[in-house]
């Protein structure tokens, strides 16, 4: 009897420090993966926003979704991307030329709308969505709010150490290069970081649920966040602008260019210069109108 009672006392109390050992090493767990981290990154980037104007607490709990994260990785590409690895010249070949043609005649209803609406060529249109996006198929995955937070926090010296320190590898640039593409870079990201925030506000969108380039382009015409919030367009009229459905990235294309000042006459010399502002690249603009001229054969 007392054995047994002994047996049950020591089962007890193992038992108890089972339980004691389960919640106590668990919850520290716990608390890593579900608590909202400070994320210490964004504190400044925060206060600024917060100063211009943004809703505190609506920008705090943006901040706290486990998914917009500081993201050095994602950034490095700004610093050691380089336009001579692309190649726009496959967007001319026969079968590439071919799916343009077959995009221009599934989506003919809208691309005609607004061509007559804009006065833009449908077939630099769907150039430009072609070369952006291969027709719609890329649009890219990476969270724009991460690329363009962690950019915009390199305003911050701290934060703009550590970016320099986790691209030493990889990093073809100098120091004074770097920070020179910092400074400009930053500022940039901020501002459109402000569209962004704008923007997925006024569609109602979960604004870390969008998702683009590696430059935070966005959607089926990759529209860059301030692009988006004054230049896109409700091409399918449900009352909302969605860069990820075809007849607004369509029409949204063809009022940027008109925007810029595209016109039915349009001379090659001005269409360049609008078609740069889209991309700054030569290489970029000479290859759309290749495809356009191929397209109206
Ligand atoms: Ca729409």
Redesign the pocket.
């Known amino acids: 009897m007392k054995t047994h009672i002994v047996k049950a006392h020591t089962t007890f109390f193992l038992l108890l420090i089972t339980l004691f050992s389960l919640v106590f090493f668990a919850l520290p767990v716990r608390a890593q993966t579900e608590d909202p981290s400070p994320k210490l990154e964004f504190n400044r980037l925060i206060q600024r926003l917060v100063n211009d104007g943004f809703q505190e607490d609506a920008i705090k709990k943006i901040f706290e979704n486990p998914k917009v994260f500081f993201d050095p990785k994602g950034v490095s590409l700004f610093f050691v991307h380089s336009e001579s690895s692309l190649d726009y010249d496959q967007f001319l070949s026969k079968p590439s030329i071919k799916n343009a043609r077959a995009y221009m005649e599934k989506h003919k209803a809208i691309l005609d709308k607004a061509q007559e609406e804009y006065g833009v060529d449908k077939t630099i249109i769907t150039a430009i969505i072609l070369v952006e996006t291969r027709l719609g198929t890329y649009v890219g995955n990476r969270a724009v709010i991460n690329t363009l937070s962690t950019m915009a926090a390199l305003a911050d010296k701290e934060e703009r150490k550590n970016l320099w320190d986790s691209i030493s590898d990889s990093r073809r640039l100098t120091k004074e290069k770097f920070e020179k593409k910092a400074d400009s870079k930053s500022e940039w990201a901020y501002t459109e970081l402000k569209a962004l925030l704008k923007f997925s506000k006024r569609e109602a969108l979960d604004v870390a649920a969008i998702t683009g380039s590696y430059a935070g382009a966005m959607g089926i015409s990759q529209f860059m966040p301030s692009n988006a919030l004054t230049l896109a367009r409700?091409?399918?009229?449900?009352?909302?602008?969605?860069l990820f459905?075809h007849?607004?990235a369509i029409h949204s294309i063809a009022n940027y260019l008109k925007h810029f000042g595209w016109e039915p006459s349009v001379t090659r010399q001005k269409a360049h210069k609008i078609l740069y502002k889209y991309n700054h690249s030569n290489y970029y603009v000479d290859t759309l109108l290749k495809i356009s001229d191929q397209l109206k054969g």
């Open positions: 409700d091409g399918n009229q449900d009352g909302r602008v969605n459905d007849a607004d």
